[in-house]
């Protein structure tokens, strides 16, 4: 792909309008459709960015509507639609609302762009992006969910300021579901090159993986009303920029296995290499038993919203 090409992002909320200023900012795409049902909410955040582009410098066109027939020929959408959580709330606790906002979006992403490359950010995650690839019908490859990237750059945040290093030097690896059962792999967080746990007491390493579970959660009681956003855009414009881009930068995702790390038809986060053809291949780590037996628990999280989600009738 290349910046000829469009990109939609459902969803004027704090997430949405992040993603879509980053968009514009890295000149990622020749146009940005920002949508949203409040009426005036994304044409008025549309109009912002526009004037913006006259200090920033960038060129790309930014569109806001409440109409998905001007999302139609988008090579990339990006879903942040939906209620974020309140304090107390789970990301389970969303599963009817949001899946309802889900299936309605996937009806005019079908229609309208049915070449796109999706990536999902509505929590719950992982079961919002299976939903939303069962309501496409899209290859499994084209659709992802947000999740890896955001977890790993909270575990990397909390790494380097236990050991007191520059964020550039750490990269953390988290896998599995996005909420209190993800996955964060100690075996493949590393300081410039170094594994962490040769720098970090194992307590203090499990204590910051245990932060990082309920990264989400500390913020949302941190801002009382609303939810985290920066980090949650630039992740998922991270993802966009790797397709748009043909980077084929390996990078933990919501993603379709079949059979990788024993588990079979659920979307999961696990590192994957992201290009012009969406997931083009699935990176598959040497797990110890015990971060295998944590997949596992993860992967059984998942199924539990699937199941609730096939009882609403949404599945």
Known sequence: MSTAHKVTVVGAGYVGMTCAQRLCQ??????VVLI??????????ALDLAQAAAIEGYGTRVIGTGDPARTAGSDLVIMTAGRPRAPGMSRSDLLEVNGRVVRSVAEYVRQGSPDA???VVTNPLDSMVQLMRQALGFPGKRVVGMAGVL????FSMFLAEAAKVGIADVDAMVLGAHGDSMVPVLDFCTVGG??????????TLEALAGRTRNG????????????????PASAAVAMARSVLRDEKRVLPCATLLNGEYGIEGLFMGVPAVLGAGGVERIVELPLDTEARIALQKTAGAVAQDLDKLRELGLY
Do not use: M, N, W
């Open 151 to 154: 977890d790993s750059a909270r």
């Open 36 to 45: 949203d049902v409040k009426a005036g909410r994304a044409q008025g955040i």
């Open 117 to 119: 490359f999706v990536i």
């Open 26 to 31: 890295l000149e990622l795409c020749r146009e």
């Open 194 to 203: 170094i594994p962490a746990k040769h720098l970090l007491p194992r307590s």
């Open 216 to 231: 989400g959660a500390e913020i949302v009681k941190l801002l009382e009303t609303g939810s985290a956003f920066y980090a």
